[in-house]
């Protein structure tokens, strides 16, 4: 199994365009997760899916969007990126709530200048 | 509502000496603890988990962590450490019914030769 892979690893963006953060599962979890990692501030959640179709937003939802057509795949979009999305992200899933072990991706490193 | 608090945000200790990560948690639900570790440029890690079971948690790594009520602690140990335990460590909560996992703002731990 690969476990939860990202891509890009990298990316540099000039303000106000916009990409998408891929990110796929072979677990089939029903629970997927975005998050961002900043100095200091540990992790904050973004978005997060409970299965194929159903997404709820996280504590810093503005400027993204998620969508959940599979059980697999979970990407997030950033329209109009700004400045203060530099950051990294990271996608994670679970099989279960509550107790159960997240598993996290290597992280894409977003710039936004 | 649920939160961690990690008292420290860079602890230094000597090769050899004891490791001790402070995490203390505030839950209106039974708690879920966890603590993650992250090596440079990678994605977190579970290093071990108490999840209502025993209160002496054994992790990978030689880690342990004792869940104390009373305290509203789960705090990190490692009695001898060693270089390759240099990385950052998050400490997380979540609760029975919980989707979501709640981070610190994570300790970053190096050791000294």
């Known amino acids: 199994n690969a476990g939860v892979t990202q891509t890009p690893k990298f990316r540099i963006l000039k303000i106000g365009q916009s990409m998408t953060l891929q990110c796929t599962q072979d677990m089939n979890h029903n629970y997927m997760y975005w998050y961002r990692q900043d100095p200091g501030m540990g992790l904050k959640l973004i978005y997060y899916?409970?299965?194929?179709?159903?997404?709820d937003k996280g504590e810093v939802p503005n400027g993204y969007n998620v969508s959940r057509s599979t059980t697999e795949d979970f990407p997030l979009r950033l329209e109009l990126a700004a400045p203060s999305q530099t950051s990294v992200y990271f996608c994670?899933?679970?099989?279960?709530?509550?107790?159960?072990?997240?598993?996290f991706g290597p992280g894409t490193r977003l710039l936004v200048l | 509502a649920q939160s961690v608090t990690q008292l420290g945000s860079h602890v230094s200790v000597s090769e050899g000496a004891l490791v001790l990560l402070r995490c203390n948690y505030s839950?209106?639900?039974?708690?879920?603890l966890f603590w993650y570790v992250q090596y440079p440029n990678q994605g977190l890690q579970l290093l071990l988990k108490y999840t209502s079971a025993a209160t002496l948690v054994k992790g990978i790594n030689g880690f342990e962590a004792e869940f104390k009520k009373s305290e509203t602690s789960f705090h990190l140990t490692k009695p001898s450490a060693h270089m390759s335990d240099a990385a950052e460590y998050f400490c997380?909560?979540?609760?029975?019914?919980?989707?979501?996992?709640?981070f610190g703002t994570g300790t970053r731990l190096q050791v000294i030769p």
């Open positions: 997380a909560v979540s609760g029975p019914n919980t989707d979501k996992l709640i």
């Open positions: 994670a899933s679970t099989e279960h709530r509550g107790g159960e072990t997240q598993y």
């Open positions: 899916s409970v299965g194929a179709g159903i997404t």
């Open positions: 839950s209106s639900v039974p708690p879920y």
